[in-house]
Protein backbone atom coordinates (compact mmCIF):
# COMPACT_ATOMS: atom_id res chain seq x y z
CA UNK A 1 0.00 0.00 0.00
CA UNK A 2 2.63 2.67 0.87
CA UNK A 3 3.99 1.96 -2.70
CA UNK A 4 0.75 2.96 -4.07
CA UNK A 5 0.53 5.98 -2.31
CA UNK A 6 4.24 7.24 -3.02
CA UNK A 7 3.69 6.71 -6.62
CA UNK A 8 0.51 8.93 -6.99
CA UNK A 9 1.13 11.76 -8.79
CA UNK A 10 -0.37 14.18 -5.79
CA UNK A 11 1.87 13.04 -3.61
CA UNK A 12 5.25 13.04 -6.02
CA UNK A 13 4.67 16.58 -7.41
CA UNK A 14 3.83 18.18 -3.70
CA UNK A 15 7.12 19.44 -2.65
CA UNK A 16 8.28 20.15 -6.86
CA UNK A 17 4.97 22.38 -6.86
CA UNK A 18 5.95 24.33 -4.17
CA UNK A 19 9.69 25.15 -4.97
CA UNK A 20 8.22 26.14 -8.87
CA UNK A 21 5.69 28.23 -7.32
CA UNK A 22 8.69 30.18 -5.29
CA UNK A 23 10.91 30.03 -7.88
CA UNK A 24 7.81 31.92 -10.03
CA UNK A 25 7.05 34.50 -7.56
CA UNK A 26 10.93 35.25 -7.32
CA UNK A 27 11.23 35.99 -10.77
CA UNK A 28 8.44 38.20 -10.86
CA UNK A 29 9.99 39.80 -7.64
CA UNK A 30 13.21 40.25 -9.52
CA UNK A 31 11.91 41.66 -12.85
CA UNK A 32 9.36 44.28 -10.67
CA UNK A 33 12.43 45.80 -8.76
CA UNK A 34 14.74 45.52 -11.74
CA UNK A 35 17.29 42.88 -10.61
CA UNK A 36 20.12 41.30 -13.00
CA UNK A 37 18.45 40.73 -16.74
CA UNK A 38 21.13 38.02 -16.92
CA UNK A 39 18.67 36.16 -13.76
CA UNK A 40 15.87 38.14 -14.17
CA UNK A 41 14.94 38.77 -18.45
CA UNK A 42 12.25 41.19 -18.50
CA UNK A 43 11.94 41.04 -22.59
CA UNK A 44 9.35 39.46 -24.47
CA UNK A 45 9.61 35.64 -24.22
CA UNK A 46 12.02 36.29 -21.19
CA UNK A 47 14.37 33.27 -22.79
CA UNK A 48 17.64 32.31 -21.22
CA UNK A 49 17.16 33.61 -18.12
CA UNK A 50 19.04 32.06 -15.22
CA UNK A 51 16.11 32.14 -12.65
CA UNK A 52 13.06 30.19 -14.48
CA UNK A 53 10.88 27.70 -13.86
CA UNK A 54 12.40 25.77 -16.91
CA UNK A 55 15.29 24.45 -15.79
CA UNK A 56 13.36 22.56 -12.86
CA UNK A 57 11.52 20.33 -15.81
CA UNK A 58 14.53 17.67 -16.09
CA UNK A 59 15.43 17.71 -12.37
CA UNK A 60 11.75 16.90 -11.45
CA UNK A 61 11.50 14.39 -14.50
CA UNK A 62 14.39 12.71 -13.09
CA UNK A 63 13.28 12.91 -9.64
CA UNK A 64 10.05 10.98 -10.66
CA UNK A 65 10.87 8.30 -12.88
CA UNK A 66 13.44 7.45 -9.92
CA UNK A 67 10.65 7.38 -7.54
CA UNK A 68 8.06 6.15 -9.42
CA UNK A 69 10.75 3.45 -10.47
CA UNK A 70 11.28 2.73 -6.61
CA UNK A 71 7.90 2.06 -6.29
CA UNK A 72 7.33 -0.19 -8.49
CA UNK A 73 5.57 1.79 -11.47
CA UNK A 74 7.75 0.64 -14.70
CA UNK A 75 7.94 0.97 -17.72
CA UNK A 76 7.80 -2.41 -20.20
CA UNK A 77 10.39 -1.36 -21.72
CA UNK A 78 12.18 1.70 -21.26
CA UNK A 79 14.19 1.19 -25.48
CA UNK A 80 9.79 1.62 -26.40
CA UNK A 81 9.13 4.86 -23.63
CA UNK A 82 12.08 6.65 -25.03
CA UNK A 83 11.31 5.76 -28.70
CA UNK A 84 7.59 7.01 -28.11
CA UNK A 85 8.91 10.02 -26.45
CA UNK A 86 11.42 10.87 -28.67
CA UNK A 87 8.64 10.82 -31.31
CA UNK A 88 6.40 13.04 -29.57
CA UNK A 89 9.67 15.42 -29.47
CA UNK A 90 9.91 14.89 -33.27
CA UNK A 91 6.10 16.38 -33.30
CA UNK A 92 6.25 19.76 -32.64
CA UNK A 93 9.62 20.65 -34.93
CA UNK A 94 7.73 18.62 -37.70
CA UNK A 95 4.34 20.71 -37.79
CA UNK A 96 6.54 23.81 -37.35
CA UNK A 97 8.28 22.88 -40.68
CA UNK A 98 5.05 21.89 -42.28
CA UNK A 99 3.09 24.91 -41.53
CA UNK A 100 6.10 26.90 -42.80
CA UNK A 101 6.19 25.23 -45.72
CA UNK A 102 2.43 25.61 -46.10
CA UNK A 103 3.22 29.44 -46.08
CA UNK A 104 2.60 30.28 -42.18
CA UNK A 105 5.15 32.68 -41.06
CA UNK A 106 7.19 31.48 -38.11
CA UNK A 107 6.48 34.68 -35.89
CA UNK A 108 2.36 34.69 -36.56
CA UNK A 109 -0.29 34.11 -33.75
CA UNK A 110 -1.52 31.68 -36.70
CA UNK A 111 2.07 29.33 -36.08
CA UNK A 112 1.26 29.76 -31.97
CA UNK A 113 -1.66 27.75 -32.94
CA UNK A 114 -0.54 25.31 -35.24
CA UNK A 115 1.95 24.28 -32.07
CA UNK A 116 -0.64 24.48 -29.77
CA UNK A 117 -2.46 21.47 -31.80
CA UNK A 118 0.87 19.97 -32.06
CA UNK A 119 1.42 20.43 -28.48
CA UNK A 120 -1.97 18.52 -27.11
CA UNK A 121 -1.30 15.38 -29.55
CA UNK A 122 2.46 15.34 -28.83
CA UNK A 123 1.31 14.87 -24.73
CA UNK A 124 -1.07 12.39 -25.94
CA UNK A 125 1.76 10.42 -27.93
CA UNK A 126 4.25 11.02 -24.78
CA UNK A 127 1.66 9.95 -22.23
CA UNK A 128 1.74 6.47 -23.77
CA UNK A 129 5.33 6.00 -23.65
CA UNK A 130 4.85 5.48 -20.06
CA UNK A 131 1.82 6.09 -18.01
CA UNK A 132 2.49 6.94 -14.74
CA UNK A 133 5.83 8.99 -15.55
CA UNK A 134 3.23 10.96 -17.99
CA UNK A 135 0.37 11.37 -15.71
CA UNK A 136 3.10 12.75 -13.09
CA UNK A 137 4.64 15.10 -15.32
CA UNK A 138 1.19 16.48 -16.69
CA UNK A 139 0.12 16.94 -13.13
CA UNK A 140 3.36 19.02 -12.49
CA UNK A 141 2.94 20.58 -15.60
CA UNK A 142 -0.11 22.32 -14.87
CA UNK A 143 0.43 22.80 -10.97
CA UNK A 144 3.69 24.47 -12.39
CA UNK A 145 2.01 26.58 -15.25
CA UNK A 146 -1.52 27.88 -13.76
CA UNK A 147 0.31 29.89 -11.10
CA UNK A 148 1.82 31.19 -14.41
CA UNK A 149 -1.09 31.70 -16.73
CA UNK A 150 -2.25 34.04 -12.95
CA UNK A 151 0.73 36.07 -12.83
CA UNK A 152 0.46 36.84 -16.47
CA UNK A 153 -3.19 38.31 -15.74
CA UNK A 154 -2.00 40.05 -13.68
CA UNK A 155 0.73 41.95 -15.19
CA UNK A 156 -1.63 42.18 -18.67
CA UNK A 157 -3.96 44.10 -16.75
CA UNK A 158 -1.63 46.23 -14.74
CA UNK A 159 1.49 46.60 -17.14
CA UNK A 160 4.23 45.61 -14.99
CA UNK A 161 6.62 45.47 -18.21
CA UNK A 162 7.87 42.01 -16.78
CA UNK A 163 8.21 39.07 -19.12
CA UNK A 164 5.03 38.09 -18.15
CA UNK A 165 3.07 40.85 -20.01
CA UNK A 166 5.78 42.21 -22.76
CA UNK A 167 4.49 41.05 -26.04
CA UNK A 168 7.58 39.83 -28.30
CA UNK A 169 7.95 41.62 -31.49
CA UNK A 170 5.80 41.33 -34.13
CA UNK A 171 2.43 40.61 -32.63
CA UNK A 172 -0.15 42.76 -33.33
CA UNK A 173 -1.43 44.90 -30.37
CA UNK A 174 -5.04 43.70 -28.55
CA UNK A 175 -6.65 44.32 -25.59
CA UNK A 176 -5.11 42.69 -22.18
CA UNK A 177 -7.58 40.02 -21.61
CA UNK A 178 -7.16 38.58 -25.68
CA UNK A 179 -3.69 39.12 -25.34
CA UNK A 180 -3.71 36.97 -21.92
CA UNK A 181 -5.31 34.21 -23.81
CA UNK A 182 -3.57 33.93 -26.78
CA UNK A 183 0.10 34.96 -26.01
CA UNK A 184 -0.75 33.59 -21.75
CA UNK A 185 -3.03 30.61 -21.47
CA UNK A 186 -2.74 29.22 -24.98
CA UNK A 187 1.05 28.67 -25.31
CA UNK A 188 1.60 28.01 -20.89
CA UNK A 189 -1.36 25.08 -21.44
CA UNK A 190 -0.02 23.55 -24.55
CA UNK A 191 3.73 23.78 -25.43
CA UNK A 192 4.77 24.60 -21.95
CA UNK A 193 3.04 21.77 -20.99
CA UNK A 194 4.09 19.48 -24.35
CA UNK A 195 7.84 20.51 -23.02
CA UNK A 196 7.18 19.82 -19.62
CA UNK A 197 5.76 16.03 -20.13
CA UNK A 198 7.95 15.53 -23.13
CA UNK A 199 11.30 16.88 -21.67
CA UNK A 200 10.71 15.58 -17.91
CA UNK A 201 10.08 11.99 -19.63
CA UNK A 202 13.87 12.10 -21.49
CA UNK A 203 15.24 13.02 -18.16
CA UNK A 204 12.76 10.54 -15.92
CA UNK A 205 13.29 7.38 -18.44
CA UNK A 206 16.86 8.62 -17.93
CA UNK A 207 16.83 7.72 -14.04
CA UNK A 208 15.06 4.93 -14.52
CA UNK A 209 17.31 3.30 -16.27
CA UNK A 210 20.41 4.41 -13.72
CA UNK A 211 17.83 3.49 -10.89
CA UNK A 212 17.13 -0.20 -12.50
CA UNK A 213 20.84 -0.71 -12.73
CA UNK A 214 21.30 0.15 -9.14
CA UNK A 215 22.03 -2.79 -6.78
CA UNK A 216 20.06 -3.85 -4.56
CA UNK A 217 20.42 -3.06 -1.30
CA UNK A 218 21.93 -5.96 1.52
Known sequence: MSQDASARPGNLILVPSVITLAVTLLRLVGELLGWSPTF??????????????????????????????????????????????????????????????????QTSLRMLFVFAVASVVAVAIGWRA?????????????????PVVVVMLLAMLANWGTHYDVVPPGVPAMGPIPKWFILGVVPQLTVWIAFTVIVGSLFGILAAAIARRRPASV
Request: charged share 10%; hydrophobic share 55%; aromatic share 12%.
Open 40 to 105: FNRSGGGGGAVIGIVWLVPIFGAWFGWKLTGAGDRSASLWRALGVTLLALALLPIAGFVAGRMGVP
Open 130 to 146: WPGLGRTLLSYGLAARV
